[in-house]
Structures are given as C-alpha cells and as structure tokens.
C-alpha cells in the first residue's frame, strides 16, 4: 500500500435491522443486507467479481458452514469466487480486509464483503459456549472461563492499574445508548442512565448486564471497486486509506498485558503510517465495545487518549458525538448489537454514512477521516481501517 | 494474473502423518506441518509476514473457532497477521489461494497457508452430522441426506446417463490405494482389490465402505513467496501459475446437472486460460476423490477425458503412475486421508514434492507441469491451482 491509500473505495452499503429476527436465517439476513449494498452503489449483479462473508458460528449455531457458497448462491451470485473467513468477532473486519486485498492484487475490480451472524435460534447457554470458541478453547474455556469472564479479568486489572471504575464503564454504555437511540437499525434504540447500568444485574463481576453487547441477528454488506472503477459508478465514493490487521496470543495468560491490546496497537501503527495521518487526524470511529471495558481499551490502543485516560474520558463526555472523538456513533456494539460476523463490516457501513452525511439523527457536522476497530475473541486478532471522503 | 503466472512460488512444503491422531490436538498437528515446512523453506519466522489457515470444523468438532489466531499464537508467530478461510473440504485451497492474493496486492513476501482438521474426538455420528454442512442443511441435511447420499445420487446419475459400473468406480479405489502404500504419510498405506471394494459394506448405494474417503486427523502446510524473494531460499522453487476459484449452488436440486461441477468447469477453464496451458500440458493431478464417483467427474471436468469416458479410462490404468494422465499420485483422499481443511494444501505438498523429484516410491519420471482440485461440499466450491519447476 502507498500513502495514497490502498486504491480501493466504498461505493454501496447496506444493513439489515439488528435484533432478533426470528423470521430470517442466515440466507435471507445475509441476502437482504447484500440486495441493500447492491442497490445502494447502482451495480448489477453480473458486475460483481467474487464475495467474502465474514461469519463466525454458521457451523455451531446453525449446523451450516460453507458459508461462502450459501451466499453466492442465495444471492444468485454463482458461479464467481464466493469465500468465507472467519477471525471470531473480527469476521467482518476480515473479510473487508480479505476482499480489499484481492482488488489489490489485480484479481477482482468489484467485490461484495458482508458479514452475518444468526444466534437467536438456539439457546443462551449454547451461544455462551459458542462464544468461548473464540477464546482458548483448551486453556481459557475448558476451565470455565466464559467471555464476559475474560473482559471483566482486563477491567479488574485497568481499574486496580488506573483507577478506572464501574461508573465510567457505564458512560460508554450510556453513550452508546444515545447514540443507538438515533439509529432505526439498532437493537436496542433507546437511553439508559448510568444508574440503571450500576443497578443491572451481575454478569462477571465488575461487568453488569448493560455492561454487555447483546446476541444477535445480523447482516451488513458493503461493495467495494477499485478506484477508477468506482467513479463510475459513484459521485461519493468512500476512499479505504489503509487497512491493517496483526494477531496475538488467544489466552490472556499468555500475553504481557491485560490492559491493552497489543493486537490493537500493532494494526492502529500500521494503519495510520499507511494512511499518513495520526490519531489527531480521526473525526470518528467505530470500535469493539463488546463489553463497556473493551471501549476503554481501544480509545487507548487506538491513541485518542492516554493510557489509563479512557475511563475519565468516557465519563467527561469526550467520545460523545459532541465531543473531542465521536465512539461509536451507531450505538456500537452495545446498543445497535452484536451480530458478530456481521459487526465489522456494519462499522464499515455507518463510516460511509457518516462520511456521505446520510446518517440522520445522529450525524456528525462534516466529517472526512473514519477508524474501525474490529477485535476477534479477547484480543488475539485485531483489524483496523481508516476511510476518507 | 498474467500469462507469466502469479508471481508466487512455494518454497517450503510439510505434513503431518495423516489418520487418527489420538496424542495430538488441532494446534500441534498444525503447528509440526508448519514447521516442517518452515525448515524446508529454510526461513526464520521472523520473516514470516502473514499466516492463512483453512479449516472447517474447528467450532464443531473441537470447540475452537479463531482458528488464524490460534496457529500464529502456536507456532510463535504473532503479531502478524493470521486469518481463517473457510469452505468445507475446499478450506485448504481457499487458504492457499487468499495467501497467493495477499502476496500479489504487493501487502506480504513471505506467507505460511497452512490446514488442518481433528476428526477423530468425536463419535462419528457427529462427523457425519458437522459434515452435512458443508451442504445445504435447510434445504438437505435437514430432510436426512448425509454426504455420501448426496454424492451417491450424483453416481447414480452418473451410471444412468453414461453407463458408469460399480467396478470401475472400485478401480479409483485400487488405484489410490496402489499410490497410497507407497506414501508414508498416507492413513490407509496398503493396497484393495476391486473384489475388497465390490464386498465393502454399502454406504449410500451405489457407495460402497471403499468408494468413500476416511475420517482423518491431519494438517499440512506450504511457504509461499514472491518469485524474486523465492530465489533467496531456494534452488527449486514451485511456481504458481495459475489460481482460480468458482462457486455454484449449494443444492444438488438447484444445479442444472448431476454429472459434472459446474464449478470445477469454470475454475478449471480460468485456471487453463492464465497459465497458458491445456488439460494435455498437465503431467500429473491431485483431485478430490472424496467418493470414487467424485474422481469419475473430476477428470471429466478437468478436460482429462471425454465426458463420461472417467469411468472407463479409470478400469483401463489411464490415471495410474503409468498411464496418460497420473491422478492422485499422494494416494488421494481416499488412501492418504482426508482430513477436510488440510487438504488442498496437502494436494500443493503432493505436487510440490514430485515437481522437485522428492516422491519416493511413487515419484513419476520428471513431471513438469501439475495441478490440484480442491471441491467444497458436493460441488459448490472448487479451486483450481496449476504449478510448474
């Protein structure tokens, strides 16, 4: 990638409702939000070269992998190349990831990245145990470590290294809520105070209920052209900067630190020497609130503030949409839910609304650079992409 | 991709002993293939930029998804970046050919495509069950049609329009067996008689116990490399010269025919028109024998032989180490294993080793030009990789 950016656009996006959608599976949530996109960026299904669908529990939750070819086909998309990857909660990310690479290679000039996730058809304790895949299934799972249980170890060690308490954890969740409140696409569009945050019920102490993004169903697609292509097709296109991703180790025990990221700071650096620009640079972001903690985390991994600074931050009101960095202007994770493989790809589509000024309620005053922040499990993948007007 | 091929060559290749595998779990089998391959690529994992993975069933039959993380963290890798393909028994092509992409976008030099599957922890009822989806499980699996069905009525079909005979189905058989006793990574390194496979216990008629591939433990992993950076490590690289990947309905009931793979036609027609080469140009092929009908239509679709001649030039030795086209010369699915992700990296391995003269037993007299088929499910995923010295 040069420093102009990595060649490749957002010409279309499109989402379909978060939330229990108990009347769709997979095909029909994942289609919908990709007949959206479709219609969104004016291509015709013949114009698009291949897909990638980032998923993570077609196989556990739905008793369907393959989830690649379910979408080419659904889509009537056959016969180009139709490929799934899956990184956890990072998914989506991925294969936005994947799919710009491949434009970048030379192969594809359109290709149609979506995401999906149906986890309501099955019970709680089954999706919980799911979920723990993402994590150290041998190391961390086995032993009973659920994932909330994993996010509330980092937010017990950020509070005794920083100071950082259960009332600033939930502003990000009340914020989130705001900012959810605005968006017709959210699970969960509706304000909470910090006291019902602290009043919730125990989840993983310190974690509360609203601590906790929600399971859910989802979809989000977004078609993507390399340069040149795009201005055809679109007067606005969504220009990706960079993108970057970097691992680490599944297992909290194994990595250094439990109050950051290094995934996240690994892929932020990368990201933003790619793009030329700094964390100053940022006019809003979309980031992994998975639980009101992982905000925390990546307002610091990501450089917004300083490390230990993201707890007093949230409660001061600087990630507010009025504030010095918007977070998660479409409720995040918290509030507009958490379809998992569709999560990244859905941060990718509220960016472009942000950036074409189409994001209603909820709008930010002229924005021009966009980060999204996607985590895999509790940190062990990382993806990060910055957009520009 | 140009009529000079990819760009990218394999210059480390490694497996491990494909079967049950009861001492070792996903992340040793992968990470000893890894590091085979490492050591015969002579690199230092420091100058490894990028791990791809291809995996079906790490969440159903393991319990762990994030399987991209998982190797890097394994094998020592992290921070770079690790990601998890996905296409059921195409898993491990698809991981091979995202790698080739991401070398080729100009965003890595070095990358390890690795794949691996653990089997054998679980009953087979539940193999059998996690299997079924790599189909359509609303719309197959779900009115009881396991995979060998599936495969089953496309032999039916196959012996009704074209004449195709149990025996000559039971000589694919032989005849992977005859190849696999002289591979000592192979589950199965004995040879069958067509009497041994005639009196097998039936499966799904016309699928006997012999038609039909094994349940396996097993990874297997390659380096790949840009061309210039190839020379630095190695005498004998393995160019790619061509990749290519479609996709067709998930359904056997949505495709327009029964007796071939529309997809495996069109990956293998672009596959043919990048490297510049036709079906005669190919002195050997791996192909995805998971039943001995899916052989049949492979080396019809391949262009090996006339459409519905695979059944009889198999009876005639055609595919044998000593015939016109040698196929499956590892032993195939069938004789050395099937374990599904590590599969189509497992055909490149095969490949790989009989181009550099290092096949043992069962080395063919100085091949030049080879190519792998890698199907996902009954046919909705088919890669096509074709390689030269």
Redesign the interface.
């Known amino acids: ?1 040069t420093s102009k950016g990595t060649g490749v656009s957002i010409i279309g996006v499109g989402m379909t409702q978060f939330g229990e959608c108990w009347d769709k ?1 997979l ?1 029909e949530l994942m289609a919908e939000a990709g007949v959206k996109a479709i219609i969104d960026a004016g291509v015709d299904g013949p114009d698009i070269d291949a ?1 990638y669908g980032g998923n ?5 939750l ?9 979408i ?2 659904q889509s009537g ?12 909660c990072a998914s989506g990310g ?1 294969a936005l990831r ?1 799919a710009i ?2 434009i ?4 594809h000039d359109i290709v149609i990245a979506g995401g999906v996730e149906k986890m309501n058809d099955v019970g709680m304790s089954q999706v919980t ?2 979920l ?7 190391w961390e ?1 086995a032993f009973g470590a659920t994932f909330p249980a994993l996010y509330a170890m980092m937010a017990k060690r950020h509070m005794h290294e920083y100071g950082t308490t259960e009332e600033q954890m939930a502003a990000v969740a009340v914020k989130n809520h705001e900012n959810g409140a605005k968006n017709p696409y959210a699970q969960y569009p509706f304000e909470i105070t910090i006291e019902k945050v602290m009043k919730s019920s125990p989840i993983a102490t310190p974690l509360k209920l609203f601590d906790c993004s929600p399971v859910t169903d989802g979809a989000a697609a977004v078609i993507l052209a390399r340069d040149d292509v795009a201005k055809k097709y679109s007067d606005s296109p969504i220009k990706i900067l960079s993108s970057a ?7 909290l025990h ?1 990595r250094a630190s439990l109050t950051e990221l ?2 996240a700071k ?1 892929a932020a650096k990368k990201a933003y020497d790619r793009a030329g620009v700094t964390s100053k640079d940022i006019d809003l972001a979309e980031v992994h609130d998975c639980f009101t903690i992982a905000e925390i985390l990546a307002i610091e991994d990501l450089g917004f503030f300083p490390k230990g600074q993201g707890g007093p931050a949230s409660a001061e009101g600087k990630t507010k949409r009025t504030g010095e960095i918007p977070i998660n202007t479409s409720g995040g994770l918290k509030a507009c839910g958490h379809p998992v493989g569709a999560t990244g790809i859905k941060q990718a589509v509220e960016i472009s609304w942000q950036l074409r000024g189409e994001a209603g309620g909820r709008q930010l005053e002229n924005p021009e650079i966009g980060l999204s922040h996607n985590v ?2 509790s940190g ?2 990382c993806v990060v992409h910055i957009y520009s007007k």
Do not use: Y
């Open positions: 990638m599976g095909r897909v993570m529990s077609g196989g556990r739905s008793g369907q992998e393959h989830i690649g070819a379910l080419s086909d998309l056959t016969p180009i190349p139709a490929t799934r990857v899956e990184a956890a991925l994947q690479l491949s970048m290679a030379g192969e145990t799911t723990g895949g993402a994590a150290d299934t041998d799972a991703q970097a691992s680490d180790a599944l297992a194994d290094r995934a690994f895999g499990g062990a993948t």
